[in-house]
């Protein structure tokens, strides 16, 4: 290890000293080491296994900030930084693909919220009123008028809402993408390095030591590590399990083209016939199994909304580990400890907020405050709302 670079000094190896180490090779340093390196930062990122295998692979990649949202005060900024990273989404994606060559996975078809019995009916009357009141765009659609638009909705269906702004993105591009143009724009990202620790000095992180003991030092690091960024420091972070399955089509495209999300569910079309059907929401700390009831019930709850979903090939059921803090707000930006910033607890909204957590990690370390400064939410849960 110990050819990687030191901080203030030249080492053996000829590398140049790091002004940005990120931890963590999911979506979210990916996207940090991406735009570190085009700002000119000597950037390196480590992964301790493969990069883009965390959470980043198991999403379902909805962009989905309105039909996410929750209530109260911790929900209403999950909204506003939700609705930013929306509008940056189309951009981000075009550049991306120009940086990679890698054609852009992004898909603006909107999302229906589908309920299919008299109680779901009622909770989506409330759902829409809601979102509505808010100014967020979404229609009462009629179950016929669903139909329309989604010809092999389950003719049971009761009520449906079109949230015609949502949109959403296969995240395995995601990470080959990111990955693909921050190596293009400098950053040095290196898989099978773990960190154990934080270099600490007084008040001062200056880098990080690896699990096999050697140490790399850092003008700053930045700890985006998802679900494990909570080993490595004082912040909230816990595992939340998903299990979710991906469908195909041997068909080719055209059950679905929409987003659509029922109780118990959601069902993302990726407009080449395959399709992602999630997920389980488990608090199970890191156990790894994969459940046959998870699988039926999934299959069981879609079914009810869209009955040809039975007829779908299984191409996979896996896993991931949400990073899920106590109010649900990802922790972005500084420690109090000088040199160290957080970039984690995205919880079900990792995809949706890369861009806008990339450009808050920037903001925070160019010293310059971001224009909405209320969205860099503290390290310390203590000071939080
Ligand atoms: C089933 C499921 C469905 C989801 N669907 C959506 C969705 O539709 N839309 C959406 O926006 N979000 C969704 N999410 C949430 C999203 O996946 C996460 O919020 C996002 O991927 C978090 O990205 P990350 O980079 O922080 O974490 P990860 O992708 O988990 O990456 C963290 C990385 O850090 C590495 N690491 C950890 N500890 C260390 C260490 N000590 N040293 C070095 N490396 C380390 C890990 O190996 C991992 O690769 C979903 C999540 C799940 C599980």
């Known amino acids: 290890m110990s050819e990687l670079a030191t901080h203030g000094e030249q080492q053996p190896g000829g590398h140049e000293p790091i002004d940005v180490l990120v931890v963590g090779g999911g979506v979210i340093g990916l996207s940090i080491a991406w735009r570190c390196a ?4 000597r950037t390196t990122l480590l992964e301790r296994g493969k990069l883009g295998e965390g959470a980043s692979r198991a999403a379902a990649g909805m962009l989905a900030p309105v039909s996410e949202m929750e209530l109260g005060a911790a929900g209403r900024r999950i909204l506003d930084l939700g609705l930013q990273a929306a509008q940056m989404w189309p951009d981000f994606a075009s550049e991306l693909s120009e ?30 009123v809601f979102r509505a009141e808010l100014g967020l765009e979404v229609k009462r659609l009629l179950a016929s008028e669903a139909r329309e638009l989604e010809p092999a909705l389950a003719p049971t269906v009761r009520l449906a809402a079109s949230l015609p702004t949502e949109q ?11 990955a693909d143009a921050a190596r293009s724009a400098g950053a040095i990202l290196l898989e099978e390095m773990g960190v154990s620790s934080l270099l600490r000095a007084g008040d001062r992180v200056g880098g990080v030591r690896l699990t096999d003991g050697s140490s790399v030092t850092a003008s700053r690091v930045v700890v985006a590590a998802g679900a494990w960024s909570g080993t490595l420091g ?39 016939g395959r ?10 700390g890191f156990a790894t199994s994969l459940t046959a009831n998870a699988a039926y019930q999934l299959l069981r709850d879609a079914s009810r909304v869209l009955p040809a979903v039975l007829e779908l090939e299984l191409e996979e059921i896996t896993y991931g580990f949400r990073p899920g803090t106590p ?6 930006g500084n420690d109090s400890l000088k040199g160290l910033l957080w970039a984690t607890g995205h919880y079900r909204n990792g995809i949706l907020l890369t861009p806008v957590t990339a450009q808050l ?6 010293g310059s405050p971001h224009p909405d400064d209320a969205l860099l939410a503290p390290a310390n849960s203590a000071d939080r709302d």
């Open 168 to 178: 959403s993105v296969d995240p395995r591009w995601l990470s080959q993408a990111l």
């Open 361 to 366: 990690v920037l903001a925070a370390l160019d």
């Open 275 to 284: 399709y992602t059907l999630g997920a389980t929401v488990e608090e199970q």
């Open 234 to 272: 004082e912040v909230p972070v816990r595992p939340v399990k998903g299990q979710i399955v991906r469908l195909r089509d041997p068909g080719g495209a055209g059950l679905l083209s929409r987003v659509l999300r029922f109780e118990g569910g959601y069902l993302v079309p990726r407009g080449d």
């Open 38 to 41: 085009q700002r000119g930062l």
């Open 327 to 332: 109010d649900n707000v990802p922790v972005i």
């Open 99 to 128: 940086a990679t060559g890698i054609p852009s996975q992004l898909r603006a078809d909107g999302a229906l919220m589908i309920a299919h019995d008299r109680d779901a009916a009622e909770a989506l009357e409330r759902a829409i």
